[in-house]
């Protein structure tokens, strides 16, 4: 065999060198899936408070939880509740902890369900406007790709700089919030509360 030999930096021979980072790492992601679970047994109480969504389909499938370590090369930890998936059509809300960046909580409408929302969601946007506390902090997707959830100008913009009109003339609607990880504390009351919101901006308006 020939080629350069593989060396360690300082900084990685530390590292391969301590477990205690590992398994701190380990012990946090297990405490995501711990609040997860917590944040997917309020969402169920909160949607059932929506006589419409209650009554629907849409929230039968239990809440599913998720990890992985390569989201943009990080790991991270999702919650997917409500899911309903097909190629053509989406209604879900995903709850998503990536590792060094935040937490965040996304609604993602597609096809036939965001034909019937979407029309609610416009008028929540007009009476609301861009610039006022109602959407401070609200993103909306500007991507191509729905399953991406990284807060860049090519993928999420706020709403005070979307140069769009209508949601109902997407070809997909995401809308989302994050809140920094040194918040943890609120994370909590966060997630829970814009989960409550984004219902009832499908409905209510």
């Excluded at 380990?26 to 969504?53: C, H, M, S, T």
């Excluded at 005070?160 to 809140?179: M, N, S």
Aim: glycine share 6%; aromatic share 16%.
């Amino acid at each position: 065999m020939s080629g350069a030999k593989i060396t360690l930096s300082p900084k990685e021979q530390e590292l391969v060198n301590n477990a205690d980072w590992i398994l701190t790492k380990n012990l946090i992601i297990e405490k995501v899936y711990e609040l997860f679970g917590r944040v997917a047994a309020e969402y169920i109480d909160i949607y059932k408070k929506f006589p419409d969504f209650e009554r629907s389909t849409l929230f039968a499938l239990s809440p599913k939880i998720s990890k992985g370590e390569q989201y943009l090369q990080l790991p991270y930890v999702m919650l997917d509740f409500p899911r309903n998936f097909t190629d053509n059509d989406f209604f879900a809300i995903r709850t998503f902890f990536w590792w060094g960046n935040h937490c965040s909580i996304h609604l993602l409408l597609k096809g036939k369900y965001l034909l019937k929302y979407g029309a609610s969601i416009d008028r929540f946007l007009t009476l609301s406007g861009k610039y006022t506390p109602e959407t401070k902090g609200w993103y909306i997707g500007v991507g191509d790709q729905p399953w991406q959830h990284y807060f860049e100008e090519d993928n999420y913009v706020s709403l005070d700089k979307w140069d769009g009109k209508r949601v109902t003339g997407l070809p997909f609607l995401k809308l989302a919030k994050k809140i920094p990880l040194e918040q943890w504390d609120d994370m909590e009351l966060f997630l829970t509360t814009h989960f409550n919101k984004m219902l009832a901006i499908m409905l209510e308006y």
